[in-house]
């Protein structure tokens, strides 16, 4: 028994070593940015107990910022990095703080990157990590510098493109060997890990999972709502026409789902009745969740606010450590291994 649990171990490491040596972890599990939640506790105990915890800029000042990444450093001298948003106003000034306090990788995320801003963040001694939802893009984004890439399925909590996990992982992950890439979206087990690892990937990027651990700053209303959840319950925002975009977003159905879709159909009757220019109209619907995530992870307004979770909120069955939850993927991942050897899974 010692021999075979030391062979899983062994292929394990062996599996994720590009993803540890790129991230500087024990383990190539990354903390998925979930803005609210991401924040200094969860993301050092991350890093603590072995993974690579990512803070969640969000829409965060760069004072902000500073005063995050700097509560974080005091929690945990272990590696962490810090997602940013491309379209924020302050983009350049962001990441002039993470350079500044020696933030060693940065995740750009919500839009493509400027080759500037790559290059400003390598220049600056940082690692730039990338998120793509096509193999072209991933490519692209190689050319311009990107260090790393992480691909994220449909089956993720919050923003979400078009294609599923598994779907992402056989188009990109046999055809870009140059950079590590990281598999993110509907990740709640180590099976999982150990399967895309086979496929290629250098780790994999989990967000739901950690929500419910206790070191978890979420609202217990927030995560009573997760852990009684099941993956159907993890739904799409609905767009009413396609005259009025909606940016898809993956969270918990609720009552401020159903009010959604009737705000939609309001504003766009008051639209057709001339009360309302198109314009006006658009920022209505785009308005309607302001604010709605941070009621429901810091208030607790899990009816109306925004719970946003990725359809693997299923596997969420209790209120856990995060070095428990990262014990158990890891174990789970080795026992893959076990039973499947070092072989890399032919696409």
């Given at each position: 028994m010692g021999g075979q649990l030391k062979n899983g171990t062994d292929c394990l490491a062996s599996a994720w070593k590009r993803g540890c040596d790129f991230l500087g972890t024990k383990y190539a599990i990354l903390g998925g940015a979930m803005s609210w939640v991401s924040e200094r506790n969860l993301v050092a105990a991350i890093s603590n107990a072995g993974g690579f915890g990512v803070i969640a800029c969000g829409a965060m000042t760069p004072e902000l910022l500073d005063a995050e990444i700097r509560g974080t450093q005091a929690l945990t001298g272990k590696p962490f990095g810090v997602n940013l948003i491309t379209m924020h106003p302050d983009l350049d000034k962001l990441v002039d703080v993470c350079l500044a306090l020696n933030v060693g990788h940065v995740v750009l995320a919500g839009g493509i990157p400027a080759k500037e801003t790559i290059e400003k963040i390598r220049n600056g001694g940082a690692k730039v990590v990338c998120f793509t939802p096509t193999l072209a893009l991933g490519k692209k984004l190689i050319r311009s510098g990107a260090d790393a890439l992480v691909i994220?399925?449909?089956?993720?909590?919050?923003?979400?493109?078009?294609?599923s996990t598994s779907v992402l992982a056989q188009e990109i992950l046999p055809n870009i060997e140059d950079v590590p890439v990281f598999v993110a979206g509907g990740i709640g087990r180590g099976?999982?890990?150990?399967?895309?690892?086979?496929?290629?990937?250098?780790?994999?990027?989990?967000g739901?999972?950690?929500?419910?651990?206790?070191?978890?700053?979420?609202?217990?209303?927030?995560?009573?709502?997760?852990?009684?959840?099941?993956?159907?319950?993890?739904?799409?925002?609905?767009?009413?026409?396609?005259?009025?975009?909606?940016?898809?977003?993956?969270a918990l159905d609720n009552a401020g789902g159903q009010k959604f879709i009737e705000t939609q159909h309001q504003v766009i009757a008051q639209y057709k009745a001339g009360e309302m220019d198109l314009d006006a109209a658009r920022l209505a619907i785009e308005h309607f969740w302001a604010g709605a995530l941070r009621r429901a992870v810091i208030e607790g307004d899990v009816e109306f606010g925004s719970v946003m979770a990725g359809q693997s909120v299923g596997m969420v069955k209790k209120e856990q450590s995060i070095a428990e939850i990262m014990e158990e993927l890891v174990a789970q991942a080795q026992s893959s291994f076990e039973n499947h050897g070092d072989q890399r899974d032919s696409l």
């Open positions: 994220e399925g449909m089956e993720a909590g919050g923003h979400i493109g078009p294609v099976e999982a890990i150990a399967t895309y690892l086979r496929m290629g990937a250098a780790g994999c990027q989990l739901t999972r950690f929500v419910c651990s206790f070191e978890s700053i979420a609202h217990p209303a927030f995560k009573k709502a997760f852990i009684r959840a099941n993956a159907r319950d993890a739904v799409t925002t609905v767009q009413v026409d396609p005259m009025f975009p909606v940016i898809p977003v993956r």
